[in-house]
Nanobody
């Protein structure tokens, strides 16, 4: 397990953008698969995107394809989730998660390290 911390959430209007960040002080984050998940009240935790440590492969849930981009900034030891064209249905608490498997996945049970979450609210 590693300690990860996410940040960058906030309140925006539909169509606007946010960039979330996942950091792990004292840990070389590029050794780990990183996933972004979100959870709205009354709903299951949903895998949004992930990036693999092995080869940099990225994956997205269908509802965010073309709008969200996951990337690594190794110089800053950070993983970002750029969220463009935000919609009201993107409103949720967003979590960063890490594991050391060969490839990342969008299944929450595959991750053993979680941040505390950052709130993203998209509303007019």
């Amino acid at each position: 397990q590693v300690q990860v911390v996410e940040s960058g959430g906030g309140l925006v209007q539909p169509g606007e953008s946010l960039r979330l960040s996942c950091a792990a002080p004292g840990i070389t984050l590029d050794w780990y698969n990183i996933g972004w998940f979100r959870q709205a009240p009354g709903k299951e935790r949903e895998g949004v995107s992930c990036i693999s440590a092995y080869d940099g492969s990225t994956y997205y849930t269908d509802s965010v394809k073309g709008r969200f981009t996951i990337s690594r900034d190794n110089a800053e030891n950070t993983v970002h989730l750029q969220m463009n064209s935000l919609k009201a249905e993107d409103t949720a608490v967003y979590y960063c998660a890490a594991n050391n498997h060969y490839y990342c996945s969008l299944s929450a049970i595959e991750y053993d390290s979680w941040g505390q979450g950052t709130q993203v609210t998209v509303a007019a």
